[in-house]
């Protein structure tokens, strides 16, 4: 039983897309061996100066259902198909992973009520390649802009379809908190389920499009990595190296499904993991800078929230985005709130690989974070060249490791200061 | 274009579009909405689609006064025939 007392909360169904894997098993052997997702985007303007990324823009829905497409139905099928038509990179994505996890949690056509399930989407200003593209048109021609632009340009849209698709009836909302989005709206749902609102909630972290505008805004506040890796993409994030230069943005999508422990036992759901607690605060600023106080309440939060000690923690998965600052001080907010047991276990980044997936990041981390807790491995945080003198902790670099997790940390902090923490426990 | 080419576009808007459509004969005397159980986002796509692939324009006040798909059809080739629009990307 957590602190809280009431709703024990675990995750029994979990689904992601990245670059280096396309379901968790896939994903999982991807990161144990280290395999880096970053390439040069397809599509970007030339005058942005910065060129690679996670670029998963070739997505394709029925190449994905004929490789994952066993168990759903005819009828969901043909319901994604036309759902799906001409939608975003961002609706296709998130729907996929939703499905994915919904039939990992055995919930596709099972006898639950269904006004019982919520769903909280991480994630915002999901759709402007589409909207950009459609401008164009308009310039153009007004006439032949998409004829639903009216449904698909609202952030919701990407909720909804989603939930059709599902047939998700209980609370459903957005939560957008930059990139600690996904980790924001797990601790929605976390709520929603302690509170008896709802006995299961889907999260989905929906990934943001990368359009040549986002692109070189970044550029401009030189957050992304433009200088030195353009010709050798695989080595671009290298979160606490020395020579780590910037983010490297990237498309992934990933969703889980909380449920109540009675309610999973009920129904004879898997456990994957326990969702202990989480936190979030904000550094009351507007700036991409990170804040340090923040962090360190958000990582604190969390542990206080799950009532876990920080020498119970064995294990965090870093935000980490290979930003010179954004690492430094993520590791002296670990410091500062783990004290010695920082320098006792793994600290690694998923984002090392698949690059970071703003919005959708700390969803797919999280995916990553419990299958590490499941098969026992840490996965490598790759590019560890010329190690950076001033962090000094156990990154796991370049080589994954075995070694034992039964309660983990996931960080995710975003522009305009907003941080969070998570915290989860093995079955 | 002629009418039988711009009927091709339709129907196979229509069908890729509106489940309902599906494996259906398609006619001229048929409405687009009730008689292939289509909501109405689904005929705005269609007739959109259709109007972008052809390049004309009907406006969408007039495209309210067609009765069945002939009609329809009648209002494409005569915008067609006015050269209304410029051409689609």
């Given at each position: 039983?957590?602190?809280?007392?009431?709703?024990?909360?675990?995750?029994?169904?979990?689904?992601?897309i990245t670059t280096i894997g396309d379901d968790p098993e896939s994903f999982y052997r991807a990161l144990v061996a280290g395999r880096s997702g970053i390439g040069r985007f397809n599509?970007?303007?030339?005058?942005?100066?910065?060129?690679?990324?996670?670029?998963?823009?070739?997505?394709?829905?029925?190449?994905?259902?004929?490789?994952?497409?066993?168990?759903?139905?005819?009828?969901?099928?043909?319901?994604?198909?036309?759902?799906?038509?001409?939608?975003?990179?961002?609706?296709?994505?998130?729907?996929?992973?939703?499905?994915?996890?919904?039939?990992?949690?055995?919930?596709?056509?099972?006898?639950?009520?269904?006004?019982?399930?919520?769903?909280?989407?991480?994630?915002?200003?999901?759709?402007?390649?589409?909207?950009?593209?459609?401008?164009?048109?308009?310039?153009?021609?007004?006439?032949?802009?998409?004829?639903?632009?009216?449904?698909?340009?609202?952030?919701?849209?990407?909720?909804?379809?989603?939930?059709?698709?599902?047939?998700?009836?209980?609370?459903?909302?957005?939560?957008?908190?930059?990139?600690?989005?996904?980790?924001?709206?797990?601790?929605?749902?976390?709520?929603?389920?302690?509170?008896?609102?709802?006995?299961?909630?889907?999260?989905?972290?929906?990934?943001?499009?990368?359009?040549?505008?986002?692109?070189?805004?970044?550029?401009?506040?030189?957050?992304?990595?433009?200088?030195?890796?353009?010709?050798?993409?695989?080595?671009?994030?290298?979160?606490?190296?020395?020579?780590?230069?910037?983010?490297?943005?990237?498309?992934?999508?990933?969703?889980?499904?909380?449920?109540?422990?009675?309610?999973?036992?009920?129904?004879?759901?898997?456990?994957?993991?326990?969702?202990?607690?989480?936190?979030?605060?904000?550094?009351?600023?507007?700036?991409?800078?990170?804040?340090?106080?923040?962090?360190?309440?958000?990582?604190?939060?969390?542990?206080?929230?799950?009532?876990?000690?920080?020498?119970?923690?064995?294990?965090?998965?870093?935000?980490?985005?290979?930003?010179?600052?954004?690492?430094?001080?993520?590791?002296?907010?670990?410091?500062?709130?783990?004290g010695r047991r920082a320098h006792e276990i793994p600290v690694n980044s998923t984002k090392s690989m698949i690059g970071h997936a703003l919005t959708a990041a700390s969803a797919v981390?999280?995916?990553?974070?419990?299958?590490?807790?499941?098969?026992?491995?840490?996965?490598?945080?790759?590019?560890?060249?010329?190690?950076?003198?001033?962090?000094?902790?156990?990154?796991?670099?370049?080589?994954?490791?075995?070694?034992?997790?039964?309660?983990?940390?996931?960080?995710?902090?975003?522009?305009?200061?907003?941080?969070?923490?998570?915290?989860?426990?093995?079955? | 274009?002629?009418?039988?080419?711009?009927?091709?576009?339709?129907?196979?808007n229509m069908t890729e579009i509106i489940g309902g459509a599906r494996g259906r004969e398609i006619l001229e005397t048929h409405r687009l909405l009730q008689d292939f159980d289509a909501?109405?986002?689904?005929?705005?796509?269609?007739?959109?689609?259709?109007?972008?692939?052809?390049?004309?324009?009907?406006?969408?006040?007039?495209?309210?006064?067609?009765?069945?798909?002939?009609?329809?059809?009648?209002?494409?080739?005569?915008?067609?025939?006015?050269?209304?629009?410029?051409?689609?990307?």
């Amino acid at each position: 039983m957590s602190r809280r007392g009431a709703t024990d909360v675990v995750v029994t169904g979990m689904g992601v897309i990245t670059t280096i894997g396309d379901d968790p098993e896939s994903f999982y052997r991807a990161l144990v061996a280290g395999r880096s997702g970053i390439g040069r985007f397809n599509a970007i303007d030339d005058r942005v100066l910065a060129r690679v990324g996670g670029d998963l823009s070739g997505f394709s829905l029925d190449a994905y259902l004929e490789r994952h497409g066993d168990g759903v139905g005819n009828d969901t099928k043909a319901l994604m198909a036309k759902l799906l038509r001409g939608s975003p990179l961002s609706t296709r994505l998130n729907a996929a992973s939703a499905l994915q996890a919904f039939r990992s949690a055995r919930l596709l056509g099972a006898d639950v009520d269904t006004r019982r399930i919520g769903h909280v989407l991480g994630g915002h200003n999901l759709t402007v390649s589409y909207l950009l593209e459609n401008a164009k048109t308009f310039d153009e021609e007004p006439e032949f802009i998409d004829p639903l632009l009216g449904l698909k340009s609202w952030d919701t849209d990407v909720l909804s379809v989603t939930s059709e698709i599902l047939g998700v009836r209980g609370p459903s909302f957005i939560v957008g908190a930059a990139c600690a989005s996904s980790n924001v709206s797990l601790q929605c749902a976390l709520d929603l389920v302690r509170a008896g609102r709802a006995d299961l909630v889907l999260v989905s972290g929906a990934p943001m499009e990368i359009s040549s505008l986002l692109l070189q805004a970044c550029v401009l506040m030189e957050a992304v990595s433009f200088r030195s890796f353009n010709d050798c993409p695989q080595r671009a994030s290298r979160p606490f190296d020395a020579r780590r230069e910037g983010f490297v943005p990237s498309h992934a999508a990933g969703a889980l499904v909380l449920e109540s422990e009675r309610h999973a036992e009920r129904r004879g759901a898997k456990v994957f993991a326990r969702v202990l607690g989480a936190s979030s605060a904000s550094a009351a600023s507007r700036h991409a800078k990170p804040n340090f106080a923040s962090q360190v309440a958000a990582i604190s939060g969390a542990l206080a929230d799950a009532g876990i000690g920080a020498d119970q923690v064995d294990y965090v998965n870093a935000h980490a985005t290979s930003t010179p600052l954004g690492d430094a001080v993520e590791v002296a907010a670990l410091k500062e709130a783990l004290g010695r047991r920082a320098h006792e276990i793994p600290v690694n980044s998923t984002k090392s690989m698949i690059g970071h997936a703003l919005t959708a990041a700390s969803a797919v981390e999280l995916v990553a974070t419990i299958l590490q807790m499941e098969h026992g491995h840490v996965h490598p945080t790759i590019n560890q060249e010329d190690p950076d003198p001033e962090l000094g902790l156990d990154f796991v670099p370049n080589v994954g490791r075995a070694h034992p997790i039964r309660v983990a940390i996931s960080n995710a902090f975003g522009f305009g200061g907003l941080n969070s923490s998570v915290v989860v426990g093995a079955p | 274009m002629d009418r039988a080419e711009i009927f091709a576009v339709l129907k196979k808007n229509m069908t890729e579009i509106i489940g309902g459509a599906r494996g259906r004969e398609i006619l001229e005397t048929h409405r687009l909405l009730q008689d292939f159980d289509a909501d109405s986002l689904e005929v705005v796509e269609v007739v959109s689609r259709t109007m972008k692939q052809v390049k004309i324009k009907v406006s969408r006040i007039r495209l309210n006064e067609a009765n069945n798909i002939g009609e329809l059809l009648d209002m494409f080739v005569a915008a067609q025939e006015a050269g209304a629009a410029p051409a689609a990307r």
